[in-house]
């Protein structure tokens, strides 16, 4: 059977003042009217149904994710008593998945990314299921590029490995961090270079293994906490046991260790929504490129972010600015110091303002 875990334990803190400790990015409706991980489990319930979604999340939201998705098991819902990065998640995930089904596959997807294709992503997970479940091959979807992008990694494709339903599966030649402009319009105009969505499918045995090869430290911590993974003793044994999982991404961990790593190409509507700025591609423009969400009026400027619910926001000779207006908080911010907000919560810390954060 294919399984998804839903990967839930980011903080999102690049969406400050918007999102907080108790309130990630997840938990918004930064895009449409659904919270961010609302709409990902409705995303792939098509194929994929509420009794084999897992969701790993933070403790401290815990209990807000359970009042969004009431349809997912308490059993299904993995709290992770702090965060160790997205492989001892997956990890997590895929020894709790081995033990109710050990042949089964299981999609790994972020809580919090926009598709904006949503039939085109749903295809493509069903032809990545059929390709992981024949072969020991883990699988990753790429982004079809359409411009130079600097803020993403990359991943450069090499032969045909396989086709399912018209989505070829490359073998990957390697993964590139973020590049420069100029090397990244170079991957442009080559053709063989996607973004790194961080969206996979493999079977359930195949990323165990992967995990017993390249990052061992983790499997034997599992191995302590499989035995009760599933029962009532499941949240004591992962919060006494998790200190001993080192913080590491799946990509450094596996993905760019491994030479059994396929990609499949995909033009599905994608944004990570990693910051202010990426709103510009997904919430809808005025004529002079001001992304706006509230009622706002704009003299001579453009290219603004601009989320102001609450009152009226008035632009008058700015460019390329972000403004975001919240109950307790005001940000304004250049677009391109957009990285940066992140930093704001060591300020806010050292200020005092404990309440904002």
């Excluded at 034997?220 to 590491?248: F, G, S, W």
Aim: hydrophobic share 40%; with cysteine.
């Amino acid at each position: 059977m294919l399984h998804c875990l839903i990967m839930a334990g980011g903080s999102g803190t690049r969406f400050w003042p918007q999102s907080r400790k108790h309130r990630p990015k997840q938990l918004l409706n930064i895009v449409g009217e659904k919270t961010m991980i609302r709409a990902t489990v409705d995303r792939v319930s098509p194929v994929i149904p509420f009794d084999r979604i897992l969701i790993v999340t933070g403790g401290s939201h815990e209990d807000k994710i359970r009042a969004q998705l009431p349809e997912i098991a308490t059993t299904s819902i993995v709290a992770e008593p702090f965060g160790r990065n997205t492989a001892p998640c997956i990890a997590l995930a895929a020894y709790k998945l081995r033990k109710i089904d050990p042949d089964g596959v299981m999609a790994a997807l972020p809580a919090d990314h926009l598709i904006g294709k949503e039939n085109d992503f749903v295809k493509a997970l069903e032809s990545a299921y059929h390709i992981a479940y024949q072969t020991e091959q883990l699988i990753t979807f790429g982004i079809v590029p359409d411009r130079p992008e600097t803020g993403y990694g990359y991943i450069q494709t090499g032969e045909i490995v396989s086709e399912k339903d018209g989505l070829k599966a490359f073998k990957v030649i390697r993964f590139v961090e973020k590049p420069e402009l100029k090397t990244a319009q170079s991957y442009l105009a080559r053709g063989d270079y996607l973004w790194n969505s961080g969206m996979f499918v493999w079977k359930i045995s195949t990323i165990v293994a992967a995990f017993e090869r390249y990052l061992p430290a983790i499997s034997r911590a599992m191995e302590k906490i499989e035995a009760d993974l599933n029962t009532e003793r499941e949240a004591e044994t992962v919060n006494r046991l998790y200190e001993e999982l080192p913080d590491i991404s799946i990509d450094y961990g596996i993905m760019e260790r491994s030479d059994d790593v396929l990609v499949i190409p995909v033009d599905v509507g994608w944004n990570d929504v990693g910051s202010w700025t990426s709103l510009q591609d997904v919430w809808n423009t005025d004529e002079n490129g001001n992304a706006i969400k509230g009622e706002t009026l704009s003299l001579r400027s453009s290219g603004c972010v601009v989320s102001s619910p609450l009152k009226l926001t008035a632009l008058v000779g700015v460019q390329d600015l972000i403004v975001v207006d919240t109950p307790d908080a005001i940000l304004v911010c250049r677009k391109d110091s957009a990285q940066d907000i992140k930093q704001l919560q060591i300020l806010l810390k050292e200020r005092g303002y404990q309440g904002l954060l």
